[in-house]
Protein backbone atom coordinates (compact mmCIF):
# COMPACT_ATOMS: atom_id res chain seq x y z
CA UNK A 1 0.00 0.00 0.00
CA UNK A 2 1.43 3.46 -0.81
CA UNK A 3 0.36 6.43 1.18
CA UNK A 4 1.61 9.08 -0.78
CA UNK A 5 2.69 8.69 -5.20
CA UNK A 6 6.11 7.90 -6.07
CA UNK A 7 7.54 10.84 -7.08
CA UNK A 8 10.00 11.81 -4.05
CA UNK A 9 10.40 15.28 -2.81
CA UNK A 10 14.21 16.20 -2.91
CA UNK A 11 13.87 16.66 0.85
CA UNK A 12 12.91 13.24 1.72
CA UNK A 13 16.33 11.42 2.00
CA UNK A 14 17.37 14.83 4.37
CA UNK A 15 14.78 13.62 6.45
CA UNK A 16 15.13 9.96 6.33
CA UNK A 17 19.00 11.31 7.73
CA UNK A 18 17.39 13.66 10.74
CA UNK A 19 15.59 10.71 11.93
CA UNK A 20 18.19 8.71 12.63
CA UNK A 21 20.08 11.94 15.47
CA UNK A 22 16.91 11.62 17.54
CA UNK A 23 16.30 15.61 17.34
CA UNK A 24 12.91 16.60 16.85
CA UNK A 25 13.06 18.52 13.71
CA UNK A 26 10.42 20.99 11.95
CA UNK A 27 9.20 20.98 8.76
CA UNK A 28 8.38 24.56 7.89
CA UNK A 29 7.22 26.12 4.85
CA UNK A 30 4.65 28.29 2.83
CA UNK A 31 0.97 26.95 2.49
CA UNK A 32 0.14 24.38 -0.31
CA UNK A 33 4.03 23.58 -0.69
CA UNK A 34 4.44 19.90 -0.32
CA UNK A 35 5.37 19.55 3.53
CA UNK A 36 2.54 16.72 4.47
CA UNK A 37 3.23 15.08 1.40
CA UNK A 38 6.95 15.22 2.86
CA UNK A 39 6.02 13.80 5.72
CA UNK A 40 3.94 10.75 4.46
CA UNK A 41 6.67 9.90 2.06
CA UNK A 42 8.80 9.70 5.30
CA UNK A 43 6.38 7.67 7.12
CA UNK A 44 5.84 5.41 3.49
CA UNK A 45 9.92 4.71 4.04
CA UNK A 46 8.98 3.75 7.56
CA UNK A 47 7.02 0.97 6.75
CA UNK A 48 8.69 -0.30 4.26
CA UNK A 49 11.68 -0.35 6.00
CA UNK A 50 10.12 -2.58 8.45
CA UNK A 51 9.18 -0.02 11.16
CA UNK A 52 5.84 -0.66 13.24
CA UNK A 53 2.72 1.39 12.38
CA UNK A 54 1.93 2.36 16.01
CA UNK A 55 5.75 3.29 16.77
CA UNK A 56 4.77 6.07 14.23
CA UNK A 57 2.82 9.30 15.06
CA UNK A 58 1.33 12.10 13.00
CA UNK A 59 -0.12 15.10 13.84
CA UNK A 60 -1.07 18.02 12.09
CA UNK A 61 -2.00 20.96 14.12
CA UNK A 62 -3.30 22.94 11.13
CA UNK A 63 -6.77 22.99 12.41
CA UNK A 64 -7.13 26.12 14.90
CA UNK A 65 -9.44 24.82 16.99
CA UNK A 66 -7.01 22.03 18.58
CA UNK A 67 -5.88 25.50 20.77
CA UNK A 68 -9.22 25.64 22.14
CA UNK A 69 -9.30 21.16 23.27
CA UNK A 70 -6.53 22.16 26.35
CA UNK A 71 -3.88 24.65 27.46
CA UNK A 72 -1.21 22.02 25.85
CA UNK A 73 -2.43 20.22 23.09
CA UNK A 74 0.29 18.61 21.80
CA UNK A 75 1.62 17.56 25.72
CA UNK A 76 -2.08 16.25 26.01
CA UNK A 77 -1.52 14.18 22.80
CA UNK A 78 1.66 12.63 23.23
CA UNK A 79 0.19 11.49 26.60
CA UNK A 80 -2.49 9.93 24.95
CA UNK A 81 -0.40 8.35 22.66
CA UNK A 82 1.72 7.16 25.04
CA UNK A 83 -0.87 5.64 26.99
Given at each position: ?11 LK ?5 L?S ?9 RRT ?11 S??E ?35
Open positions: MHLVEKLQRPEMLMEESHRITTVLGPGKTTLLFQVIQLLQGTEPKDILFVSMDNASLQFLSKEPLEDMFSTYFE
